[in-house]
T-cell receptor
Framework: GQNIDQPTEMTATEGAIVQINCTYQ??????LFWYQQHAGEAPTFLSY????GLEEKGRFSSFLSRSKGYSYLLLKELQMKDSASYLC???????????FGTGTKLQVIP | GAGVSQTPSNKVTEKGKYVELRCDPI?????LYWYRQSLGQGPEFLIY????????DSGLPNDRFFAVRPEGSVSTLKIQRTERGDSAVYLC?????????????FGPGTRLTVL
């Protein structure tokens, strides 16, 4: 089976930096995704890591350590519109099943 | 281009009834996923198709749930004898099976309410 853990809620201030952690246990690991989901909307793709290290895309960066089963999403220069749920998802197995964590609800305050 | 579409957007039914939820993936995408999402939770995996075949249906909660993708494009999720606990947003996603990320593209979901 799979186990994906991330904090339930976080609060951060506009303009600041926030780090959202995700730990996972899985067999046949084949990549880790971060998705953003605004309330009442569908998830949208943010980032993907399959090798160890940091991937940077504008204000968003994602880090992966496969040996530790650990990833984080780093959001810089927070904006009010970044208030959303952030979902960690793991792809595994030969048929590429993708399993999501419960999500971290981020609230950005002025 | 057109994204993933799902119909209906909302479905209200009575306990014990049968419902069908439709997903139209992005043209050419070989992989199709169904998820169920309850309020405050992440998407819960139900089933994954690669082409016409169900590659992994381990997430279907019981035999009241069934899904098909007969021509490798449109998929239908079928729920028999609905129960109040089936109420959730049902999300469909597709991916191309190729590309740097091979990420999933989600449809807007079908909100199912069982009274």
């Amino acid at each position: 089976g799979q186990n994906i853990d991330q904090p339930t809620e976080m609060t951060a201030t506009e303009g600041a930096i926030v780090q959202i952690n995700c730990t996972y246990q899985t067999s046949g690991f084949n990549g880790l995704f971060w998705y953003q989901q605004h309330a009442g909307e569908a998830p949208t793709f943010l980032s993907y890591n399959v090798l160890d290290g940091l991937e940077e895309k504008g204000r968003f960066s994602s880090f992966l350590s496969r040996s530790k089963g650990y990833s984080y999403l780093l959001l810089k220069e927070l904006q009010m519109k970044d208030s959303a749920s952030y979902l960690c998802a793991v792809r595994s197995g030969g048929y590429q099943k993708v399993t999501f964590g419960t999500g971290t609800k981020l609230q950005v305050i002025p | 281009g057109a994204g993933v579409s799902q119909t209906p957007s909302n479905k209200v039914t009575e306990k014990g009834k049968y419902v069908e939820l439709r997903c139209d993936p992005i043209s050419g995408h070989t992989a199709l996923y169904w998820y169920r999402q309850s309020l405050g939770q992440g998407p819960e995996f139900l089933i994954y198709f690669q082409g016409t075949g169900a590659a992994d249906d381990s997430g279907l909660p019981n035999d009241r749930f069934f899904a098909v993708r007969p021509e490798g494009s449109v998929s239908t999720l079928k729920i028999q004898r609905t129960e109040r606990g089936d109420s959730a947003v049902y999300l469909c996603a597709s991916s191309s099976g190729t590309g740097q990320y091979n990420e999933q593209f989600f449809g807007p979901g079908t909100r199912l309410t069982v009274l």
